[in-house]
């Protein structure tokens, strides 16, 4: 059974940093590329923010290109999102999942929520 355990979320001012953190049980790491999502509001859909594939190739979007950075240890199952240059906008509460295309694969962890506020 998969879990996927989100960590490293909290309040932090605007222009501040963040690493997130994403442990993973299983093997999905070794065969799948990864992603971290967020969702902004409840009820909102979550939007994928970065991935990576199992080579290390990444994508960001437009919103946090320049400012997040995903990375990935395949030997310690965990894919992280390093955020920089916070603003009020990417309060949201971060998710991470196993990624096709932008389609997520597996059952969502709890999240780790992020607040970014004076």
């Known amino acids: 059974q998969v879990q996927l355990v989100e960590s490293g979320g909290g309040l932090v001012q605007p222009g501040g940093s963040l690493r997130l953190s994403c442990a993973a049980s299983?093997?999905?790491?070794?065969?799948?590329?990864m992603g971290w999502y967020r969702r902004q509001a409840p009820g909102k859909q979550r939007e994928l923010v970065a991935?990576?594939?199992?080579?290390?190739?990444?994508n960001h979007a437009d919103s946090v290109k320049g400012r997040f950075t995903i990375s990935r240890d395949n030997a310690k199952n965990t894919v992280y999102l390093q955020m920089n240059s916070l603003k009020p906008e990417d309060t949201a509460v971060y998710y991470c999942?196993?990624?096709?295309?932008?389609?997520?694969?597996?059952?969502w962890g709890q999240g780790t929520q992020v607040t970014v506020s004076s």
């Open positions: 299983g093997n999905i790491f070794s065969r799948n590329a």
């Open positions: 999942n196993a990624v096709l295309g932008v389609a997520a694969l597996y059952s």
């Open positions: 991935g990576i594939t199992v080579g290390g190739r990444t």
